[in-house]
């Protein structure tokens, strides 16, 4: 049986490398649908190659040129937002690969839930945004959702086969980014180019900055409460610069259950895809024999504040984690086109969350309404 996998942006880090995966074991898995939001040529070139189902450009201006491109096949070819909705809702495929980055891959996940879909999730801002009402809404509908951000596999990797065991705590390991170290009067000066450029992993540019701000992690603290069902006291973070422990599980007995590899997010997408089964790879391995030492230490929460406040945000809930979340997304694109500073983007973050009025258990509307308005917000921030 060919699993049947719809890739939810399919032009980003995580979609192409998913793309590699799925060619590798073109036995077990097919790419049905495939999805960017303007780099058409690339969709096209994925679409020749992978013969989908369909595919959807976001950007409708661009429609014509990827229909003509895929005329001579039976690839069909949709645009614009709404369109990622109306495929979600499709029966050509079998599982959802959430690849789409920020709060735009929220409603095409809820709709593939919505549809009985298995969802694999790299899209950690769906469950940042409104993880509550995804979780729910996965158990109604049986739905399984897999983690493909790594510290979450790994846990998750932790966890098969401990049935009902008690979680006494997880910790998620975080590389530190390019600026483990530095301090204020550094990152002050910080500019986008060198804030992209990762130790360990090569990503996305948006999900790049907040590894350099330490929001990464805060998101994933928040990505963990919802996947795994923890308190927010459970959920630990240490700095491991290595990156060769994923994450790891503390029991009730005390014994701690860590996964390990180099990293390479082949791995989770791979083990996220195939689950329960593992399948072969080719994958360079982890070598014993190098001499290499294995740190961990603290996070300098003094200096990347943004872990501060998205600890706050979680342990507030409601709709904190998505006020954050959007203020964030607006000051990244800002720090991005270099409109403001690199330490500008904790103060957006900050000023939006004194800002949008708390709701303790927003609706899934009082949730996109929070996003919008925290998005305003910031933005007239960084007018100024
Ligand atoms: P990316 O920027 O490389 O790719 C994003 C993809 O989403 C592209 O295909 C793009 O066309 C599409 N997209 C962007 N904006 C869109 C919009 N408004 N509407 C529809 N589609 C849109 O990002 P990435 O690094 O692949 O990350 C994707 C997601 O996976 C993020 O949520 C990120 O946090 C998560 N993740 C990534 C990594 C990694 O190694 N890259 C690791 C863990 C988790
Ligand atoms: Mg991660």
């Not at 049947?4 to 995580?14: K, P």
């Not at 976001?58 to 070819?77: F, N």
């Not at 079998?94 to 735009?104: K, Q, R, T, Y």
């Not at 190098?290 to 872990?307: A, I, M, V, Y």
Request: hydrophobic share 45%; with cysteine; proline share 4%.
């Amino acid at each position: 049986m060919v699993k049947r996998i719809a890739i939810f942006g399919s032009t980003g880090s995580i979609g192409t490398q998913a793309l590699d995966v799925i060619s590798a074991h073109a036995d077990k898995f097919s790419a049905e649908v495939l999805t960017a939001q303007s780099n058409h040529e690339l969709l096209i070139q994925q679409a020749l190659k992978f013969n989908p189902n369909c595919v959807v450009i976001g950007d409708d201006k661009k429609y014509h040129l990827v229909k003509e491109a895929l005329a001579s096949t039976d690839v069909k070819v949709f645009a614009g937002e709404k369109a990622l909705e109306e495929v979600a809702a499709m029966d050509c495929y079998d599982m959802m690969l959430a690849a789409i980055v920020g709060f735009a891959g929220l409603k095409p996940t809820l709709q593939a839930i919505e549809n009985g879909k298995a969802i694999a999730l790299a899209n950690k801002e769906t469950l940042v945004v409104a993880g509550d009402i995804v979780m729910q809404k996965a158990l109604e509908k049986r739905v399984a959702v897999i983690p493909v951000d790594s510290e979450h596999s790994a846990i998750f990797q932790c966890l098969v086969g401990e049935g009902r065991n008690k979680i006494e705590q997880i910790i998620l390991t975080a590389s530190g980014g390019p600026f483990l170290g530095r301090k204020p009067n550094y990152l002050v000066n910080v500019k986008r180019d060198h804030a992209l450029q990762h130790p360990n992993w090569a990503m996305g540019a948006k999900i790049s900055i907040d590894s350099a701000t330490l929001m990464n992690k805060g998101l994933e603290m928040i990505e963990a409460k919802w996947l795994f069902n923890l308190k927010p006291d459970q959920i630990k973070v240490m700095v491991h610069p290595q990156s060769i422990i994923h994450s790891m599980v503390q029991f009730e007995d005390g014994s701690v259950k860590a996964q390990m590899g180099l990293p390479d997010m082949k791995l989770p997408i791979q083990y996220a895809i195939a689950f329960p089964q593992r399948i072969p790879s080719d994958f360079p391995r982890y070598d014993f024999k190098k001499p290499n030492t294995l740190t961990f230490e603290e996070p300098d929460l003094r200096t990347f504040r943004n872990l501060v406040l998205a600890t706050e945000a979680l342990h507030k809930g409601g709709n904190m984690p998505c006020i954050l979340n959007a203020a964030n997304e607006v000051a990244v694109y800002a720090f991005l086109r270099n409109r403001i500073g690199f330490l500008d983007m904790t103060e957006v973050v900050e000023q939006a969350l004194n800002k949008v009025a708390f709701i303790e258990k927003p609706s899934l509307q009082q949730y996109y309404e929070s996003d919008g308005e925290a998005r305003t917000f910031a933005a007239s921030l960084i007018q100024m």
